[in-house]
Structure formats: C-alpha cells, structure tokens
C-alpha cells in the first residue's frame, strides 16, 4: 500500500507480513501485528510492543480529539450535522479499530477551537484532519506491518475528509 498525502507527497509504502517471523526459536522476535514473544514460564507469550502500544494510543487520543471536535461543530452550528455525520463515524470506527491493540488507550485531551462561524469551524476542522494525517502519515513510517497499514489507513481518510471539508477558495475573476 502507498499513500501519497499534501502537497509535500509524502510517501508510505507499506510492508509485507511475514507470518513466520517471531515466531520461531529461542530469541525474541518482532510479529507482523506488533507483538514481540518473550519466552515465559509455561513457554513463549505473545505481548504487544510497547512502541505500537505508544504510537497506537497516541493516534487514539488525537482521533478521539477530532471525534470531541466534530460533536462540538454539530452542536455549534446544526445545518452541518449532515455534512460532518460521515467524518464522524470514521472517526468512532478508527478509534475502536485502534482500541482492539492491547494496551491501546485514549487520554483525556484538551478540546480543539470550534471557530466563530461555520465555514471557520469547516475549516479548523479540516486544518485539524490534515495536521492529524500528516502525525499518523509520520508514524506509521516508523512501524511495519498491520500497526503501519492502520495509520496509514488513518491518515488517507483525515486527509480525504481534510480536503472534503475544507471551504472552497473562490477564483478571482480578474
């Protein structure tokens, strides 16, 4: 998988699980879903990284804050309930997909600025989605396999949403 995300181009390239590393002999190995096996006393017990479990919940915590900004729009200003129901519900999924990692959990965060009007809170919503999808773009290049793809995934759609959200410039009729 690649995804290209602003106008930098950033590039992720995503990597092939090998369902056989980590898994074998006596050393501590890395698995494609972020969990190392360390040998225990009734044998080897999968344990989930502690750097996709940080990575993981950091991206829970900014998803969850995008969540708490979406709901506070819809309450500011109810004509865009309809526009935003859509990002919104992306964001409840990705934050429970992210929650299935052991370990994985959200912080309380303080809530983003909704804007004085509608087409300032479209766009601090879509300021927000692009800043957020540049830190997941940015982190899932620090991981591999299955935690990777999920930022990666991540980062696509805030960036889809950033640009589908984000007020249309007027051309200048000059």
Sequence with gaps: MTVALGPGATMLAGCKDDPSAGSGGSGNGSGANGTTTSPGPTGETPTVDPAV???????????????????????????????????????????????????????AAAPLAVGATSQAALA?????????????????????????????????????????????KKKDKS
Excluded: M
């Excluded at 479990?53 to 309930?81: E, I, W």
């Excluded at 999924?93 to 370990?103: D, P, Q, R």
């Excluded at 997941?136 to 589908?164: D, I, M, V």
């Design 124 to 168: 601090a919503i879509a300021k927000q989605e692009q800043a957020t999808a540049t830190i997941h773009a940015t982190a899932a290049a620090k991981l591999s396999g299955a935690p990777a793809r999920l930022l990666a995934e991540l980062a696509a759609a805030e960036t889809q949403l950033g640009t589908t959200l984000a007020p249309v």
């Design 53 to 107: 479990v940080a990575a993981l919940s950091t991206a829970a915590t900014q998803v969850t804050q995008l969540s708490q900004l979406y709901a506070n729009v819809s309450r500011k200003f109810p004509a865009l309930r309809a526009q935003l129901a859509a990002g919104a519900k992306y964001h409840v999924s990705h934050l429970a997909k992210l929650k299935e990692t052991a370990g994985v959990t959200a912080k």
